[in-house]
């Protein structure tokens, strides 16, 4: 059977609380079972969310369950206090949520509370929970992922035991896989809502490079033309100093509505602008200065689509790479649809794409078997430069290209053997890429 699709689950679980995830899990144990957790049905994109045995749906683990500093008790390296240098009221401030509890809940919840995420990653109806273990990421040069903002996870091994990761193995569990357990609350840093004006424009990718682009904004996203070098450019920073707690939100996220219908319908126009194709229509645009709260304004609630490839290349390849890719389309007398482009911190999560190193992202976008040849030339250019696959596309990548690719290959599967010794939480595609 192929590992990039299963008929479906044997079984599956939808436990009503943790108690439930540890009678599921011991259950699954005794008779001889795999287990893999995920949200609701399909909400987690990519291979790792199939099996064809047991699938634990955690979507109904929901809710805040605190905002406000870490507890007393909480380890040191939770992140900053009163006593830390440089230290200023606000920065101690988590969120403690249930893993299923869908981004759009958490980031409304915590906007009511003055609170935002410091990364807003896409796919807002996407749990919590899968979208740490996946590494989803946003678009902040300055800030890592999801992933980088957990400062404790709560979790269900393999043996039914109940953990609480903080220290070390935190760094396991960051980008897990589903791999150690499953998860059940998280805590993860906030910091102070702030109102963000968005542009959009386009210009030569070679310039924006030049300039140091991707880091002169709080936020940026660029779709890049790699047969042209031209790029629609997204930029957003903060209105000013003042917190964006007392806004009022637009009604029904007719902003993100907008937002996502104005991407996809300017990627498009630009691309057949620059390549030459008549008939379009002028693009539908942001209006300059269009502002609101980072969880409205920047996410693209596009459908997952499974002929999506996700790249991480170092940060400092990313200007070869473009150039790469646009000289072996050519070549082949190829089209590549423009190439969507976020970057983000090194992050110290050890499967994370962004792993030890400043990353860009690079979404390419395929089409069906027919484009399968573009799809392996992006990702062998993309895997000559470094890159590494992320968790939501399909890959070939098994242990062996893990250990070279990942320097904490070796602390991740330590990890690994301690919270599942016996492989519960594991199926033949997360086999292929881990190892047994």
């Known amino acids: 059977m192929s590992t990039d699709a299963v008929a479906g689950p044997r079984r599956t679980d939808r436990p009503l609380d943790e108690a439930g995830v540890v009678t599921a899990v011991r259950r699954a144990a005794e008779r001889g079972a795999t287990v893999r957790p995920t949200g609701a049905t399909g909400r987690i994109p990519g291979p790792l969310a199939r099996t064809d045995d047991v699938a634990l749906d955690a ?14 008790n909480a380890p040191a390296d939770r992140g900053p206090g009163p006593d830390t240098p440089g230290y200023t009221p606000g920065d101690d401030t988590t969120v403690r949520v249930r893993a299923g509890e869908s981004l759009a809940g958490l980031c409304a919840a915590l906007a009511a509370s003055g609170r935002a995420l410091a990364t807003v990653p896409d796919a807002p109806r996407a749990t919590v929970g899968g979208a740490v273990q996946l590494g989803m990421y ?3 040069p300055a800030e890592g992922s999801l992933s980088a903002q957990v400062r404790a996870v709560r979790l269900v091994d393999g043996t039914g035991r109940v953990r609480e990761v903080t220290g070390p193995d935190l760094d396991a569990a960051r980008c897990g896989l589903g791999a150690l357990g499953v998860l059940t609350e998280l805590e993860l840093r906030t910091v102070a809502l702030r109102r963000l004006r968005v542009h959009e424009r386009t210009a ?20 890049v033309a790699v047969h042209s070098g031209q790029a629609l450019v997204r930029t957003a920073d903060p209105v000013d100093d003042d917190p964006a707690a007392g ?7 007719a902003r993100t509505w907008g937002r996502a219908v104005s991407r996809l319908a300017a990627s498009w126009a630009e691309w057949a602008e620059w390549s030459g194709r008549p008939g379009w229509p002028p693009p539908p645009r942001w209006a300059p200065g269009t502002e609101g709260p980072p969880h409205e304004v920047l996410p693209d609630p596009q459908p997952w689509d499974p002929d ?4 991480a290349v170092p940060l400092d390849a990313l200007g070869p790479v473009l150039r790469e890719l646009g000289a072996a389309v050519a070549a082949r007398g190829r089209e590549l649809r423009p190439v969507r482009v976020r970057t983000g ?16 992202y690079l979404r390419i976008r395929t089409r069906g078997t027919s484009q399968e040849p573009v799809r392996r030339l ?12 992320c968790w939501t596309t399909r890959t070939n990548w098994g242990p062996d290209e893990m250990a070279v690719a990942y320097p904490g290959w070796d602390a991740f599967r330590a990890v690994r053997d301690r919270y599942d010794p016996d492989r519960i939480f594991t199926d033949p595609y997360l086999a292929d890429r881990l190892g047994s």
């Open 378 to 389: 992006a990702g062998a250019v993309c895997e000559d430069a470094g890159g590494r696959p």
């Open 59 to 72: 979507s109904a683990l929901t809710g805040v369950v605190r905002i406000g500093p870490a507890p007393a």
């Open 204 to 223: 030569a990718t070679e310039e924006l490079l030049a300039e140091g682009f991707p880091g002169a904004h709080a936020w940026t996203e660029l779709d």
């Open 345 to 360: 911190a090194a992050e110290t999560g050890l499967l994370h794409p962004a792993s030890g190193r400043a990353t860009a």
């Open 247 to 253: 806004d009022t939100p637009d009604p029904a996220g």
């Open 138 to 140: 946003g678009g902040a």
């Open 308 to 311: 999506l490839a996700e790249w």
